[in-house]
């Protein structure tokens, strides 16, 4: 798994190699790095826009691709920098993909945590949060996908989190309601409070200073990749707590026939919305469990996006259920299953690519 000043060198080199194809941008704010208690500049956070007109913002069907809220879940930055290669690559030989490419406007966040990939591949590889201190500068890190604003754990008053579903799970001490900055799923202070998911978010909003007056009018669909689990899924990923509501009736049957084409191209299980009470996939249990401020959930209820999930390396890729040290869990541990797993989820990438809208 490549250092993070890697992957920048690959993106300037395809921006640069397919000029008619590509177009580069990166999040203006300043990403931060400060868990020992040293400032240090922040990483970029880079958006890709690959079209056959990526100079202009045309009248097409725009579709996201998100890696590595998640540290630790280095195989999904693989997947997002194949994903452009198989587009860009692709393009002259392939009649497929130059069809896709025409007729879509393609937007890939390939690293959405780069402070966090860097500490994980550079040897702390269990790392899952990002790496700005929190809690009067005393605690490292907020979990990037606890912390969109819809089902924010914050929305909810303090007696209220007592009674969530597995609440636990994104942060919240069950007793008390309080946030607990030392949670590994730690939602952080306030919804959108870390640079990385404001970057997202600016994807979404179209915050961009460009000479267009839009860049993205509003996406479509939208895959973030996770690892590990070998399923495919959608929102929502926590039961409806009201005034909130659930999926509209009318984007049931849509949302099913993508992830279920989707698992299908990569050989995965597909979850649709019941991710969080799933049992058993593959043969191996589930750590199952519902999720409050996630990413799809957000993309669905703030813009109406076809929002979908795969947790990436199945139990038939790694061999065996969850065996050893969990961050081996996470990625594939030689590059040939690298490759194979990424493969893989290429398939369903272009799948859905295919099918948006469904």
């Given at each position: 798994?490549?250092?993070?000043?890697?992957?920048?060198?690959?993106?300037?080199?395809?921006?640069?190699?397919?000029?008619?194809?590509?177009?580069?941008?990166?999040?203006?704010?300043?990403?931060?790095?400060?868990?020992?208690?040293?400032?240090?500049?922040?990483?970029?956070?880079?958006?890709?826009?690959?079209?056959?007109?990526?100079?202009?913002?045309?009248?097409?069907?725009?579709?996201?691709?998100?890696?590595?809220?998640?540290?630790?879940?280095?195989?999904?930055?693989?997947?997002?920098?194949?994903?452009?290669?198989?587009?860009?690559?692709?393009?002259?030989?392939?009649?497929?993909?130059?069809?896709?490419?025409?007729?879509?406007?393609?937007?890939?966040?390939?690293?959405?945590?780069?402070?966090?990939?860097?500490?994980?591949?550079?040897?702390?590889?269990?790392?899952?949060?990002?790496?700005?201190?929190?809690?009067?500068?005393?605690?490292?890190?907020?979990?990037?996908?606890?912390?969109?604003?819809?089902?924010?754990?914050?929305?909810?008053?303090?007696?209220?989190?007592?009674?969530?579903?597995?609440?636990?799970?994104?942060?919240?001490?069950?007793?008390?309601?309080?946030?607990?900055?030392?949670?590994?799923?730690?939602?952080?202070?306030?919804?959108?409070?870390?640079?990385?998911?404001?970057?997202?978010?600016?994807?979404?909003?179209?915050?961009?200073?460009?000479?267009?007056?839009?860049?993205?009018?509003?996406?479509?669909?939208m895959l973030s990749w996770h690892s590990y689990g070998g399923v495919v899924g959608h929102p929502m990923g926590h039961v409806a707590v009201p005034p909130a509501t659930d999926l509209d009736p009318l984007d049931v049957a849509p949302f099913d026939s993508l992830t279920s084409t989707m698992a299908s191209a990569a050989s995965y299980t597909d979850v649709q919305d019941d991710?969080?009470?799933?049992?058993?996939?593959?043969?191996?249990?589930?750590?199952?469990?519902?999720?409050?401020?996630?990413?799809?959930?957000?993309?669905?209820?703030?813009?109406?996006?076809?929002?979908?999930?795969?947790?990436?390396?199945?139990?038939?890729?790694?061999?065996?259920?969850?065996?050893?040290?969990?961050?081996?869990?996470?990625?594939?541990?030689?590059?040939?299953?690298?490759?194979?797993?990424?493969?893989?989820?290429?398939?369903?990438?272009?799948?859905?690519?295919?099918?948006?809208?469904?």
């Open positions: 798994y490549k250092p993070y000043i890697e992957i920048e060198q690959e993106l300037a080199k395809l921006a640069a190699a397919h000029p008619s194809l590509v177009r580069l941008f990166y999040w203006t704010g300043q990403t931060i790095e400060n868990c020992d208690g040293k400032r240090r500049p922040g990483r970029k956070i880079y958006a890709v826009k690959v079209s056959a007109n990526p100079q202009n913002n045309d009248p097409e069907p725009e579709v996201a691709y998100l890696g590595v809220h998640h540290a630790r879940e280095l195989i999904t930055a693989v997947q997002t920098m194949r994903l452009l290669q198989a587009l860009t690559d692709g393009y002259a030989s392939d009649t497929d993909i130059r069809k896709l490419v025409d007729t879509r406007e393609v937007w890939v966040i390939p690293v959405v945590n780069p402070n966090g990939y860097e500490r994980a591949v550079s040897g702390q590889v269990d790392w899952r949060k990002n790496t700005r201190l929190t809690d009067g500068q005393k605690r490292c890190g907020t979990d990037l996908n606890r912390n969109y604003a819809h089902g924010h754990p914050t929305i909810f008053p303090p007696a209220q989190r007592t009674t969530l579903p597995d609440i636990n799970r994104s942060g919240v001490d069950t007793g008390t309601g309080a946030l607990v900055p030392d949670s590994d799923t730690f939602p952080g202070p306030a919804p959108f409070s870390e640079v990385e998911t404001q970057a997202v978010r600016g994807l979404a909003h179209s915050q961009f200073r460009t000479r267009n007056k839009r860049e993205v009018d509003g996406l479509m669909c991710y969080a009470t799933v049992a058993v996939v593959d043969g191996c249990a589930t750590p199952h469990y519902m999720v409050y401020g996630d990413s799809n959930d957000w993309f669905y209820k703030d813009g109406n996006t076809f929002a979908t999930l795969i947790e990436s390396f199945s139990s038939p890729e790694r061999g065996s259920c969850p065996v050893g040290p969990i961050q081996n869990d996470f990625n594939p541990q030689t590059a040939a299953l690298r490759d194979a797993v990424a493969d893989a989820n290429i398939k369903a990438a272009l799948a859905m690519l295919r099918m948006c809208p469904p």
